[in-house]
């Protein structure tokens, strides 16, 4: 497999140093993508990047997945409009080893010759002194080829100015590229296109100091067809950690992909040969409203992110959401999944010794929550034969209920109609 013509024909590809397509082509290389460990999970953000070692792997080139544990202490200027908080070395060695974790479940640490391989650049920085540092790397990289990156013109342009700290970034991270190089035989490092200038500083640290040859690759920023960020919803990031964002709401994120994206989302976040992806986009073509594209990349990503079983689960939840799903398949899932499911949807608390005494529809609905603005109301619909709970449905106004109705002795799922959703809460 030809690793820049794969990047290129799934539209990912955005600058490649002259000599690296051919470099890559004469047998196995080793390259390396740094990540930042601002948090302690990765993001879908990060998933462009992990697909392109995913990719270099299966090309059969030699992958580093390089943890900024020293980096993260600095932190990166590029596209930032202010400097960010520093993170305390606790905070950072935990963030390091669940990030490392999540790697680990794309990546193959055991083929052999091309194995993937992790390393952590706080291992070679935290013994360099400050004057070692000036002495060995910051004599070789001049300051007006510092100022000549867009990263510090931009933030020099501003309001906010940049600290030392931040400014030095580029020699920290060129002197990653160059210790990799050195003592990992590392020729190319890869990164998103806000990165090619950081990288870039790599390869002609590592050309001055050494007169050696490295070369660079960075793909594409992902956005939406409508401009707005990727990776972004209305409650914040969508995160890799289950516990951060949920299978189900991890597998919605996809599902919900526009069209166009969908057609730009299943080449880069997906293995799919060119042909089968080429097949589906006809079909989808042919009958858009089955969501044919949405759906592929939906499974795919969220099976290798969670597993099959969080992917079957989340298939049920869209299902009881959206279809006529039994609602026994609550008693599946415990609190925090039940909540996720109902993430958006209006709740309301009731007291779980109310429960214990029976109450009514009307007072349940009206009184002690505001599914309804008025026992007026509630009666009229109920009345009507448009409200449910737990998917059955209220006959009468004075129809009581008790705790041997709550799912989990703790939740109460009401319905107007089809699909209005209400989740009760007994605390």
């Known amino acids: 497999m030809n690793f820049v013509e794969e990047l290129r024909w799934r539209g990912m590809l955005h ?23 601002t948090a302690d999970s990765l993001h879908v953000g990060h998933l462009t990047q992990i697909m392109t070692l995913i990719h270099f792997q299966r090309a059969g080139h030699k992958p580093y997945a390089l943890v900024g544990g020293a980096t993260g202490m600095v932190g990166d ?22 990030v490392r974790e999540q790697l680990k479940s794309f990546l193959d640490f055991n083929s052999g010759a091309n194995s993937a391989e992790m390393v952590n650049n706080y291992d070679w920085f935290k013994n360099f002194t400050f004057l070692d540092f000036i002495r060995d790397v910051g004599k070789h990289i001049t300051v007006n080829y510092m100022m000549a990156k867009d990263s510090v013109k931009k933030r020099l342009e501003g309001d906010t100015g940049m600290s030392f700290t931040e400014f030095t970034y580029q020699l920290v991270q060129g002197y990653d590229f160059y210790y990799l190089w050195k003592n990992k035989n590392c020729v190319l490092q890869m990164g998103g296109s806000d990165q090619w200038g950081n990288i870039v500083t790599g390869t002609e640290f590592i050309r001055r100091k050494d007169a050696g040859e490295a070369y660079a690759l960075t793909t594409q ?28 709401q991890f597998y919605q994120f996809w599902l919900n992909t526009t ?20 097949a589906m986009e006809v079909e989808h073509d042919a009958a858009p409203h089955l969501r044919v ?19 079957l689960k989340a298939i049920k939840s869209s299902e009881f959401l959206f279809g006529n799903a039994g609602i026994e398949f609550l008693n599946e899932l415990n609190d925090g999944e039940v909540l996720d499911l109902f993430n958006g949807v209006p709740n309301f608390t009731v007291a779980k010794s109310e429960f214990e005494a029976g109450i009514n529809a009307t007072e349940l609905l009206a009184g002690h929550s505001s599914v309804f603005p ?29 705790s041997n109705q709550l799912i989990n002795g703790k939740f109460l799922v009401v319905q107007k109609g ?9 605390e």
């Not at 709970?389 to 006959?395: F, L, P, Q, S, T």
Request: hydrophobic share 35%; aromatic share 8%.
């Open 15 to 37: 600058d490649i140093m002259p000599g690296t397509e051919e470099l890559l082509n004469k047998g196995m290389a080793s390259g390396y993508i740094g990540f930042d460990p």
């Open 77 to 98: 200027p590029s596209g930032k409009s202010d400097e960010r908080n520093l993170l305390s070395e606790d905070v950072l060695q935990h963030n390091l080893n669940c």
């Open 221 to 248: 920023l992902i956005k939406k067809a409508d401009g707005t960020k990727f990776g972004k919803t209305e409650s914040g990031a969508v995160w890799l950690d289950p516990a951060r964002t949920s299978p189900y």
């Open 259 to 278: 069209d166009v994206d969908a057609k730009a989302y299943i080449r880069i976040f997906t293995l799919h040969e060119r042909a089968t992806i080429e």
């Open 293 to 311: 594209l949405q759906k592929a990349l939906a499974k795919d990503i969220t099976i290798r992110v969670h597993g099959e079983a969080e992917f």
């Open 374 to 402: 008025s026992k007026g109301e509630a009666k009229k619909m109920i009345q009507g034969g448009g409200v449910s709970v737990n998917r059955v449905k209220v006959n009468t106004p004075e129809d009581v209920y008790t």
């Open 418 to 426: 089809k699909k209005n959703y209400f989740l009760i809460v007994a």
